[in-house]
């Protein structure tokens, strides 16, 4: 286990950060935060703090394996920062984690927070696996031993992790229970993206996708387009791309393409959203094959004249190489990374709103922490009352992003992160740095 000084070194609700590809997520998110941090003219210390996480700690995790061999993963947990509250984040089985990977999503997650006003910091976490070649029981047991040696990074009071890549509610079940055995109490809001009858929320499942129309009917507004008159496009029909298409849809938004893995669904008439999500679902999770559409590219989806275009399957969509050729008025980051760093001058200049991610995807983080509150009351919601708080927790973060895009004349992604960054900034200057 190190200190910040000492280092040098499922288909169900996740709480991901973007995937990071060698090209660009993770400088596009510093570029992001340098340009941030000249705004508010942060100082060298200030900046390295920020910049650093907290605590990173290495487990090697020894696993009985179902044939009795003893096999050895390697797993990681990152706190980037915690003085907003308990730190919060994702865990992540995938044979290519590593470190730097999980020190970059933790930082993510400190400023997704920030972003919405959730009282916590960020994490992330993650074992080098493949899980896919990994029984339930050599999982369950990976999953337990690697919560064991972090009992003592663990607690709702300190950090809190969450399901991501490959982890779903089954393992943030285990991790919950194994807490709870050495802590002799059930413990259920150590973990959050659990069985809704082991203290999961309402609503959860559906949060991601609720949050990202929440902040495009404000965006909407703002540009004085009423909903039940717009165009949208979906690129992604999983758990927050299908969401968000049938939330839209609701809203009497016509939803003129729809795409998933197997390509492009376009009809300029409108699409039987609840029709094709009935479809996907009775058809393995995938649209293919759905008739009443024309099939076009994937890449043609993005490209299509539309008021609102929601990237909500994968990072790096949207880069120096297409973004000349997008026409919505309103992309609302569905996805993490979606958009690339080269991509955001362009569409500035094309004058098209861009709601970031650490914005338009918080919905997920924002029931993550009531799911939270309702296991430390003891008390759960209705889902009504779960989907009414998270409306005005989203909206209110919009109205505050915009007032700060206003005052500094900057992007709305600008205006996140040097909000988070201020947010993060200013709690530390009252807190002071504890010597
Ligand atoms: P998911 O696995 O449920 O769905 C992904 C969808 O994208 C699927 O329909 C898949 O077919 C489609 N897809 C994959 N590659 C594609 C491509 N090249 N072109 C078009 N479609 C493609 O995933 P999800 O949970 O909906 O997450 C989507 C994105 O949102 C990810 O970037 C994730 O990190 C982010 N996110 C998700 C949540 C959440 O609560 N689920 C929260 C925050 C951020």
């Not at 596009?28 to 340098?34: K, V």
């Not at 890549?165 to 659990?194: C, H, L, P, Y």
């Not at 791309?241 to 669904?265: F, P, R």
Request: glycine letters at 8%; aromatic letters at 8%.
């Amino acid at each position: 286990m190190s200190s910040k000084k000492e280092s040098g070194s499922s288909n169900y609700y996740k709480e991901p950060g973007p995937k990071l590809s060698a090209e660009s997520p993770f400088e596009s998110m510093m570029e992001r935060f340098r340009f941030a941090a000249d705004i508010l003219k942060l100082d060298e210390g200030m900046f390295q703090y920020l910049a650093s996480p907290v605590k990173q700690v290495i487990v090697s995790i020894p696993v009985v394996m179902d044939d009795g061999r003893i096999e050895v993963f390697e797993g990681y947990r990152v706190i980037h920062d915690n003085v907003l509250g308990p730190s919060k984040g994702g865990i992540r089985f995938a044979p290519d984690v590593n470190l730097e990977e999980v020190k970059a999503l933790a930082s993510w997650m400190t400023w997704k927070c920030a972003v919405v006003n959730v009282p916590f910091g960020g994490a992330k976490g993650g074992v080098r696996c493949n899980p896919k070649e990994l029984s339930k029981t050599e999982l369950e047991r990976l999953t337990r031993r690697y919560t064991a040696s972090l009992l003592e990074v663990f607690g709702p009071d300190k950090d809190i992790p969450a399901p991501d890549m490959n982890t779903n509610e089954q393992v943030m079940a285990w991790i919950m229970d194994t807490f709870s055995m050495n802590s002799q109490r059930t413990e259920t809001a150590v973990v959050t993206g659990k069985p809704i009858i082991l203290g999961g929320s309402q609503g959860r499942k559906e949060a991601t996708g609720r949050g990202v129309v929440t902040v495009t009917l404000a965006a909407l507004n703002k540009m004085g387009l009423m909903p039940n008159k717009s165009t949208v496009v979906v690129q992604g029909f999983g758990n927050v791309g299908s969401v968000s298409a049938q939330l839209m849809y609701e809203q009497g938004a016509k939803i003129i393409a729809v795409s998933d893995i197997s390509g492009g669904y376009y009809n300029d008439g409108g699409l039987n959203i609840p029709e094709m999500f009935e479809y996907s679902q009775k058809n393995g999770n995938t649209l293919e094959g759905y008739p009443d559409a024309e099939q076009i590219s994937n890449q043609h989806i993005l490209e299509l004249e539309c008021d609102v275009l929601i990237p909500a399957a994968k990072e790096d969509q949207i880069s120096r190489e297409n973004a000349h050729k997008v026409q919505a008025k309103i992309i609302a980051e569905g996805a993490n990374g979606p958009v690339t760093a080269n991509a955001d001058s362009i569409l500035e200049e094309k004058g098209i709103m861009v709601i970031p991610d650490i914005l338009a995807n918080a919905g997920g983080v924002t029931v993550s922490y009531f799911e939270w509150v309702q296991d430390r009351q003891g008390y759960f919601w209705t889902e009504e009352r779960v989907n009414r708080r998270l409306n005005r927790m989203m909206r209110n973060a919009f109205d505050n992003l915009y007032g700060v895009s206003e005052e500094h004349k900057i992007t709305l992604r600008q205006a996140a992160y040097v909000y988070a960054i201020n947010r993060v900034a200013t709690t530390l200057k009252l807190r002071g740095i504890y010597a």
